[in-house]
């Protein structure tokens, strides 16, 4: 019986010759789509304004200006103005006066600080709610390139944004965070067009990030990972990109030796691996500990890396820059919880360019000026927040009251008690700010290394040898918790005169 074969369609010229991104696929048969209407794009322009929106006012509604490490930071930036010079040793600690410290983030530290003197409070708060919308207008640029769909698309940035959302707080690592994404979409896009124009920008953005954050050097690890690929697919090992080694090799020379255009010039390298190489800081410090998965934030991280590794095993091609930009990620986010945001980052720009989208979400794009106009109508709706919900600077200078020794200071000010001071980790950066005497320790837990927060830590604890803390037996004026045991233990000790107390904070005396 005879068989009819049925010869495929013979490919023209012009589908011969395209990229590999822009071939025809086979046709399907499926029902004709509706082009969509003006109302289905004022809905997608609406939920994207929104959508943008969103995090910056979460941001403004939760208004956080307590934070304990804001203080020595505006300290650093108003010493700056004063001295017109940026710190190379601590002017800060009684314990380590004088010993070496280079103010890294120097240029974060006068941005808080103008900010401040011009607006007070409201100026921290709004720091962090414009850092959040622009790392969420970033985070969607990113994802709009990779992934069509808009409900995908939606769908990422919510869960991104969700899952580092305990980070949104005056830190310069949301200058960190902005820098990556921003490094990640421009990598990503020249990876799949060859396009290399962008990359010109990357110098720029690493000058930026070494005067502002220490973390830079991740970026650096990423362009690195990004050259590993070039090299390894070369030799025809994994997939490969439109991306060539020497367009890479350039941009990554041009952002090592831009991130040298800083006070400290290569000196920074050192600082960067000092800090990297304290292990015991992590242990300690709560926001440095691994995720402890005891909310739905720590879950959905978890949940964004378990889908990335999944979308790029379903693909079944060797992705070599997807594969290591994601145990590297894991890496660096596992290990700590203040750096969930790799993870986050990496895992959505993975889905994005692995997951498949509607078939014809064309008929439902915005126009690419709209997205624009979605990120001032969110600029817009973060600045109406303010108002909205009255956040002033009375209500976060009560914030400020019921977490900090406000009051305690005052009186310590009014009588003119003497130092040294021994005071509790949380509010060394505090009193840095508010009392201006050298402090026994403060937020900067690599400067002052294991041995000391260790110390402090026991002191504070009153383990049995705590009256042998070398800091404490020279203090003149100890200021901590009321409730805590080394504050229990004073009271009862006739070196130490109890001089002030209220719910917050008490304060005793050395009776020399």
Same mark, same amino acid.
């Given at each position: 019986?005879?068989?009819?074969?049925?010869?495929?369609?013979?490919?023209?010229?012009?589908?011969?010759?395209?990229?590999?991104?822009?071939?025809?696929?086979?046709?399907?048969?499926?029902?004709?789509?509706?082009?969509?209407?003006?109302?289905?794009?004022?809905?997608?322009?609406?939920?994207?304004?929104?959508?943008?929106?969103?995090?910056?006012?979460?941001?403004?509604?939760?208004?956080?200006?307590?934070?304990?490490?804001?203080?020595?930071?505006?300290?650093?930036?108003?010493?700056?103005?004063?001295?017109?010079?940026?710190?190379?040793?601590?002017?800060?600690?009684?314990?380590?006066?004088?010993?070496?410290?280079?103010?890294?983030?120097?240029?974060?530290?006068?941005?808080?600080?103008?900010?401040?003197?011009?607006?007070?409070?409201?100026?921290?708060?709004?720091?962090?709610?414009?850092?959040?919308?622009?790392?969420?207008?970033?985070?969607?640029?990113?994802?709009?390139?990779?992934?069509?769909?808009?409900?995908?698309?939606?769908?990422?940035?919510?869960?991104?944004?969700?899952?580092?959302?305990?980070?949104?707080?005056?830190?310069?690592?949301?200058?960190?965070?902005?820098?990556?994404?921003?490094?990640?979409?421009?990598?990503?896009?020249?990876?799949?067009?060859?396009?290399?124009?962008?990359?010109?920008?990357?110098?720029?953005?690493?000058?930026?990030?070494?005067?502002?954050?220490?973390?830079?050097?991740?970026?650096?690890?990423?362009?690195?990972?990004?050259?590993?690929?070039?090299?390894?697919?070369?030799?025809?090992?994994?997939?490969?990109?439109?991306?060539?080694?020497?367009?890479?090799?350039?941009?990554?020379?041009?952002? @090592? $030796? #831009?991130?040298?255009?800083?006070?400290? &010039?290569?000196?920074?390298?050192? +600082?960067?691996? !000092? %800090?990297?190489?304290?292990?015991?800081?992590?242990?300690?410090?709560?926001?440095?500990?691994?995720?402890?998965?005891?909310?739905?934030?720590?879950?959905?991280?978890?949940?964004?890396?378990?889908?990335?590794?999944?979308?790029?095993?379903?693909?079944?091609?060797?992705?070599?820059?997807?594969?290591?930009?994601?145990?590297?990620?894991?890496?660096?986010?596992?290990?700590?919880?203040?750096?969930?945001?790799?993870?986050?980052?990496?895992?959505?720009?993975?889905?994005?360019?692995?997951?498949?989208?509607?078939?014809?979400?064309?008929?439902?794009?915005?126009?690419?000026?709209?997205?624009?106009?979605?990120? @001032? $109508? #969110?600029?817009?709706?973060?600045?109406? &927040?303010?108002?909205?919900?009255? +956040?002033?600077? !009375? %209500?976060?200078?009560?914030?400020?009251?019921?977490?900090?020794?406000?009051?305690?200071?005052?009186?310590?000010?009014?009588?003119?008690?003497?130092?040294?001071?021994?005071?509790?980790?949380?509010?060394?950066?505090?009193?840095?700010?508010?009392?201006?005497?050298?402090?026994?320790?403060?937020?900067?837990?690599?400067?002052?290394?294991?041995?000391?927060?260790?110390?402090?830590?026991?002191?504070?604890?009153?383990?049995?040898?705590?009256?042998?803390?070398?800091?404490?037996?020279?203090?003149?004026?100890?200021?901590?918790?009321?409730?805590?045991?080394?504050?229990?233990?004073?009271?009862?000790?006739?070196?130490?005169?109890?001089?002030?107390?209220?719910?917050?904070?008490?304060?005793?005396?050395?009776?020399?």
């Amino acid at each position: 019986m005879a068989t009819l074969i049925v010869a495929p369609p013979v490919p023209t010229q012009e589908e011969i010759s395209a990229p590999l991104e822009t071939r025809r696929e086979p046709l399907r048969i499926s029902a004709p789509k509706k082009p969509a209407g003006k109302g289905e794009h004022f809905a997608q322009f609406g939920v994207l304004a929104l959508l943008l929106a969103a995090p910056a006012l979460i941001c403004v509604h939760s208004a956080c200006a307590n934070d304990p490490d804001i203080w020595w930071h505006l300290r650093t930036g108003q010493w700056i103005l004063q001295h017109h010079a940026v710190p190379r040793v601590d002017p800060f600690s009684g314990t380590n006066a004088g010993s070496a410290w280079p103010a890294y983030s120097w240029l974060y530290e006068l941005l808080t600080f103008q900010l401040f003197a011009r607006l007070g409070l409201v100026g921290i708060v709004g720091y962090s709610a414009g850092m959040v919308l622009a790392i969420t207008v970033a985070l969607h640029h990113l994802i709009k390139r990779l992934q069509a769909d808009f409900s995908i698309v939606a769908l990422l940035i919510f869960s991104t944004c969700f899952a580092i959302g305990h980070l949104f707080t005056p830190r310069p690592w949301l200058f960190t965070v902005l820098f990556f994404i921003v490094e990640i979409d421009i990598l990503m896009h020249a990876r799949r067009t060859g396009r290399v124009r962008e990359l010109a920008w990357l110098p720029v953005i690493f000058a930026l990030w070494s005067n502002i954050h220490i973390q830079f050097i991740d970026g650096l690890i990423v362009l690195g990972i990004a050259l590993v690929e070039v090299l390894v697919t070369s030799r025809g090992i994994g997939v490969k990109t439109r991306l060539r080694a020497p367009a890479l090799i350039a941009a990554l020379a041009g952002s @090592i $030796l #831009a991130t040298m255009a800083n006070p400290f &010039g290569w000196h920074i390298y050192p +600082v960067a691996y !000092g %800090l990297a190489a304290q292990p015991g800081v992590l242990d300690k410090i709560n926001e440095l500990k691994a995720i402890p998965f005891r909310d739905l934030t720590d879950y959905s991280v978890l949940l964004l890396t378990l889908a990335a590794t999944a979308a790029l095993a379903w693909g079944r091609r060797f992705r070599v820059f997807e594969i290591v930009l994601l145990a590297f990620a894991a890496l660096m986010s596992f290990r700590s919880q203040r750096d969930v945001w790799v993870i986050a980052v990496a895992a959505a720009a993975i889905l994005a360019s692995t997951i498949r989208g509607r078939e014809n979400p064309v008929a439902v794009r915005l126009p690419r000026f709209a997205t624009g106009f979605a990120a @001032i $109508l #969110a600029g817009v709706l973060m600045l109406t &927040g303010f108002r909205a919900l009255h +956040v002033n600077n !009375g %209500l976060l200078e009560a914030q400020i009251e019921k977490t900090f020794p406000v009051k305690a200071v005052e009186a310590i000010q009014a009588n003119h008690y003497a130092g040294p001071v021994y005071n509790d980790f949380n509010w060394g950066g505090y009193l840095i700010w508010a009392l201006r005497m050298p402090v026994s320790i403060d937020g900067r837990a690599a400067f002052y290394g294991d041995q000391a927060i260790d110390r402090s830590i026991a002191t504070w604890g009153a383990e049995p040898d705590w009256y042998a803390d070398p800091e404490l037996k020279k203090a003149g004026l100890v200021i901590g918790p009321p409730k805590a045991a080394l504050m229990q233990v004073l009271r009862l000790d006739p070196q130490f005169r109890l001089v002030y107390e209220d719910k917050v904070a008490a304060v005793f005396v050395a009776q020399k």
